[in-house]
Protein backbone atom coordinates (compact mmCIF):
# COMPACT_ATOMS: atom_id res chain seq x y z
CA UNK A 1 0.00 0.00 0.00
CA UNK A 2 1.14 3.63 -0.49
CA UNK A 3 2.53 5.06 1.88
CA UNK A 4 3.20 9.27 3.05
CA UNK A 5 6.29 10.29 0.99
CA UNK A 6 9.33 12.82 2.26
CA UNK A 7 11.60 14.33 0.24
CA UNK A 8 14.24 14.99 0.67
CA UNK A 9 15.56 12.29 3.12
CA UNK A 10 18.81 14.20 3.74
CA UNK A 11 19.11 17.85 3.96
CA UNK A 12 22.20 19.92 4.95
CA UNK A 13 22.04 23.15 5.22
CA UNK A 14 24.26 25.94 6.45
CA UNK A 15 23.22 28.89 9.02
CA UNK A 16 20.67 31.33 7.99
CA UNK A 17 19.81 29.07 4.65
CA UNK A 18 16.12 28.44 3.52
CA UNK A 19 15.24 24.56 3.30
CA UNK A 20 12.06 23.06 2.08
CA UNK A 21 10.99 19.81 3.15
CA UNK A 22 7.68 18.34 0.82
CA UNK A 23 5.44 15.36 1.68
CA UNK A 24 3.24 13.79 -0.38
CA UNK A 25 0.26 12.33 1.65
CA UNK A 26 -1.38 8.85 1.12
CA UNK A 27 -3.81 9.11 -1.51
CA UNK A 28 -7.10 10.33 -1.22
CA UNK A 29 -6.23 11.22 2.24
CA UNK A 30 -7.21 14.93 3.27
CA UNK A 31 -5.37 15.82 5.88
CA UNK A 32 -1.70 16.56 6.88
CA UNK A 33 0.59 16.63 9.69
CA UNK A 34 4.20 18.43 10.38
CA UNK A 35 6.52 17.15 13.42
CA UNK A 36 9.84 18.13 14.40
CA UNK A 37 11.83 15.40 16.31
CA UNK A 38 15.25 16.47 17.71
CA UNK A 39 18.17 14.61 18.75
CA UNK A 40 16.81 12.21 21.67
CA UNK A 41 12.99 13.66 22.24
CA UNK A 42 9.80 12.98 21.46
CA UNK A 43 8.29 14.31 18.27
CA UNK A 44 6.72 18.32 18.53
CA UNK A 45 3.36 19.02 16.48
CA UNK A 46 4.45 21.84 14.17
CA UNK A 47 1.05 22.23 12.13
CA UNK A 48 -1.52 20.39 10.05
CA UNK A 49 -3.69 21.24 7.44
CA UNK A 50 -7.43 20.20 6.18
CA UNK A 51 -8.39 20.46 2.53
CA UNK A 52 -5.92 23.09 1.85
CA UNK A 53 -6.21 25.48 4.79
CA UNK A 54 -4.49 25.45 8.25
CA UNK A 55 -6.56 23.02 11.15
CA UNK A 56 -4.18 23.41 13.65
CA UNK A 57 -1.14 25.25 15.04
CA UNK A 58 1.19 23.92 17.51
CA UNK A 59 4.95 25.08 18.07
CA UNK A 60 6.09 25.80 15.05
CA UNK A 61 8.64 28.95 14.61
CA UNK A 62 7.80 32.52 12.63
CA UNK A 63 10.78 31.61 10.84
CA UNK A 64 8.66 28.18 9.10
CA UNK A 65 5.84 28.73 7.34
CA UNK A 66 3.74 25.66 5.36
CA UNK A 67 1.07 25.26 3.07
CA UNK A 68 -0.86 22.41 1.38
CA UNK A 69 -1.94 22.53 -2.30
CA UNK A 70 -4.52 21.31 -4.76
CA UNK A 71 -2.75 18.08 -5.25
CA UNK A 72 -3.07 17.84 -1.32
CA UNK A 73 1.12 17.62 -0.82
CA UNK A 74 2.37 19.91 1.52
CA UNK A 75 5.41 21.97 2.20
CA UNK A 76 7.38 22.91 5.07
CA UNK A 77 9.42 26.42 4.48
CA UNK A 78 12.09 26.97 6.64
CA UNK A 79 14.15 30.09 6.59
CA UNK A 80 17.03 31.65 8.33
CA UNK A 81 17.79 28.35 9.97
CA UNK A 82 19.06 28.06 13.14
CA UNK A 83 21.72 25.11 14.48
CA UNK A 84 19.25 24.25 16.77
CA UNK A 85 16.42 23.76 13.82
CA UNK A 86 18.43 20.15 13.23
CA UNK A 87 16.06 17.32 14.03
CA UNK A 88 13.90 14.91 12.06
CA UNK A 89 10.98 16.21 10.28
CA UNK A 90 7.97 13.68 9.80
CA UNK A 91 5.01 14.13 7.70
CA UNK A 92 2.07 12.29 8.34
CA UNK A 93 -1.51 12.24 6.88
CA UNK A 94 -4.75 10.93 7.64
CA UNK A 95 -8.73 11.21 6.71
CA UNK A 96 -9.83 14.04 8.76
CA UNK A 97 -12.13 13.19 11.70
CA UNK A 98 -12.12 9.50 10.04
CA UNK A 99 -8.72 8.27 10.86
CA UNK A 100 -7.44 8.89 14.34
CA UNK A 101 -4.31 7.09 14.19
CA UNK A 102 -2.10 7.79 11.32
CA UNK A 103 1.22 6.62 9.94
CA UNK A 104 4.26 9.02 9.31
CA UNK A 105 6.39 9.02 6.68
CA UNK A 106 9.92 8.15 6.74
CA UNK A 107 10.71 11.86 7.75
CA UNK A 108 13.71 14.16 6.72
CA UNK A 109 16.96 14.78 8.63
CA UNK A 110 17.94 18.18 8.49
CA UNK A 111 21.23 18.65 9.60
CA UNK A 112 22.50 22.78 9.98
CA UNK A 113 25.83 23.35 10.27
CA UNK B 1 -3.83 20.73 28.06
CA UNK B 2 -3.14 16.90 27.86
CA UNK B 3 0.21 15.17 28.52
CA UNK B 4 1.41 11.87 28.76
CA UNK B 5 4.14 10.57 30.83
CA UNK B 6 6.28 7.57 30.29
CA UNK B 7 7.72 6.30 33.27
CA UNK B 8 10.93 4.09 32.10
CA UNK B 9 13.37 5.76 29.69
CA UNK B 10 14.74 2.06 29.26
CA UNK B 11 13.84 -1.55 29.54
CA UNK B 12 15.61 -3.97 29.18
CA UNK B 13 14.15 -7.40 28.49
CA UNK B 14 15.45 -10.83 27.59
CA UNK B 15 14.26 -12.73 24.06
CA UNK B 16 11.36 -14.44 24.91
CA UNK B 17 10.31 -12.50 28.32
CA UNK B 18 7.39 -10.79 28.75
CA UNK B 19 7.47 -7.19 28.85
CA UNK B 20 5.49 -3.80 29.86
CA UNK B 21 5.81 -0.64 28.88
CA UNK B 22 3.92 2.27 31.07
CA UNK B 23 2.46 4.98 30.19
CA UNK B 24 0.15 7.07 32.03
CA UNK B 25 -1.82 10.09 30.43
CA UNK B 26 -3.01 13.49 31.71
CA UNK B 27 -6.36 15.42 30.48
CA UNK B 28 -9.70 16.73 31.67
CA UNK B 29 -11.48 15.71 28.82
CA UNK B 30 -12.33 12.15 27.05
CA UNK B 31 -8.83 11.34 25.26
CA UNK B 32 -7.89 9.10 22.31
CA UNK B 33 -4.45 6.89 23.24
CA UNK B 34 -2.32 5.66 20.55
CA UNK B 35 1.35 3.84 20.81
CA UNK B 36 3.99 4.22 18.05
CA UNK B 37 7.28 2.15 17.09
CA UNK B 38 10.07 3.89 16.24
CA UNK B 39 13.13 1.77 14.86
CA UNK B 40 16.49 3.78 13.92
CA UNK B 41 16.25 5.87 11.41
CA UNK B 42 12.81 5.31 10.26
CA UNK B 43 9.49 7.00 10.55
CA UNK B 44 6.77 6.15 13.42
CA UNK B 45 4.44 3.18 13.21
CA UNK B 46 1.04 2.56 14.76
CA UNK B 47 0.96 -0.45 17.32
CA UNK B 48 -2.66 0.47 18.34
CA UNK B 49 -5.06 2.75 19.10
CA UNK B 50 -7.58 3.04 21.50
CA UNK B 51 -10.86 5.31 21.01
CA UNK B 52 -13.72 4.08 22.64
CA UNK B 53 -15.26 0.71 23.53
CA UNK B 54 -13.55 -2.05 24.83
CA UNK B 55 -10.51 -1.53 27.01
CA UNK B 56 -8.21 -4.12 25.89
CA UNK B 57 -6.74 -3.36 22.57
CA UNK B 58 -4.58 -5.79 20.37
CA UNK B 59 -2.09 -4.36 17.88
CA UNK B 60 -0.08 -5.27 15.45
CA UNK B 61 3.46 -7.50 16.04
CA UNK B 62 1.86 -9.34 18.93
CA UNK B 63 1.14 -6.03 21.25
CA UNK B 64 -1.83 -5.23 23.45
CA UNK B 65 -2.59 -2.61 25.47
CA UNK B 66 -5.60 -2.09 28.31
CA UNK B 67 -7.18 1.09 28.70
CA UNK B 68 -7.43 1.95 32.42
CA UNK B 69 -9.54 5.22 33.09
CA UNK B 70 -9.50 5.33 36.50
CA UNK B 71 -5.82 5.45 37.16
CA UNK B 72 -5.49 7.19 33.60
CA UNK B 73 -3.12 4.50 32.15
CA UNK B 74 -2.53 2.56 29.14
CA UNK B 75 0.33 0.39 29.23
CA UNK B 76 1.63 -1.59 26.28
CA UNK B 77 2.10 -5.53 27.24
CA UNK B 78 3.80 -8.41 24.95
CA UNK B 79 3.84 -11.75 26.39
CA UNK B 80 6.80 -12.75 24.58
CA UNK B 81 9.41 -10.63 22.89
CA UNK B 82 11.69 -10.90 19.93
CA UNK B 83 15.37 -9.29 19.21
CA UNK B 84 13.46 -7.54 16.28
CA UNK B 85 11.49 -5.80 18.98
CA UNK B 86 14.01 -3.42 19.93
CA UNK B 87 13.15 0.13 19.23
CA UNK B 88 11.53 3.27 21.01
CA UNK B 89 8.41 2.63 22.02
CA UNK B 90 6.10 6.33 22.37
CA UNK B 91 2.86 6.36 23.77
CA UNK B 92 1.02 9.59 22.35
CA UNK B 93 -2.67 11.18 23.17
CA UNK B 94 -5.06 13.37 20.95
CA UNK B 95 -8.20 15.45 22.09
CA UNK B 96 -10.61 15.42 19.45
CA UNK B 97 -11.40 18.77 18.13
CA UNK B 98 -12.42 20.69 15.18
CA UNK B 99 -8.89 21.37 13.77
CA UNK B 100 -8.18 17.63 13.78
CA UNK B 101 -5.95 14.89 15.50
CA UNK B 102 -2.86 16.86 16.75
CA UNK B 103 -0.63 14.09 18.99
CA UNK B 104 1.22 14.43 21.78
CA UNK B 105 3.74 12.38 22.42
CA UNK B 106 5.23 11.02 25.56
CA UNK B 107 9.28 11.10 26.07
CA UNK B 108 9.50 7.44 24.86
CA UNK B 109 10.90 4.17 26.04
CA UNK B 110 13.74 2.73 24.71
CA UNK B 111 13.12 -1.36 24.82
CA UNK B 112 16.28 -3.44 24.28
CA UNK B 113 15.87 -6.77 23.88
CA UNK B 114 18.67 -9.27 24.11
CA UNK B 115 19.72 -13.12 23.82
Known amino acids: AAGVIQSPRHLIKEKRETATLKCYPI?????VYWYQQGPGQDPQFLIS???????DKGSIPDRFSAQQFSDYHSELNMSSLELGDSALYFC????????????FGSGTRLTVV | AQSVTQLDSQVPVFEEAPVELRCNYS??????LFWYVQYPNQGLQLLLK??????LVKGINGFEAEFNKSQTSFHLRKPSVHISDTAEYFC?????????????FGTGTQLKVEL
Open chain 1, 92 to 103: ASSLFKRDYGYT
Open chain 1, 27 to 31: PRHDT
Open chain 1, 49 to 55: FYEKMQS
Open chain 2, 27 to 32: SSVSVY
Open chain 2, 50 to 55: YLSGST
Open chain 2, 92 to 104: AVSVPTGGGNKLT
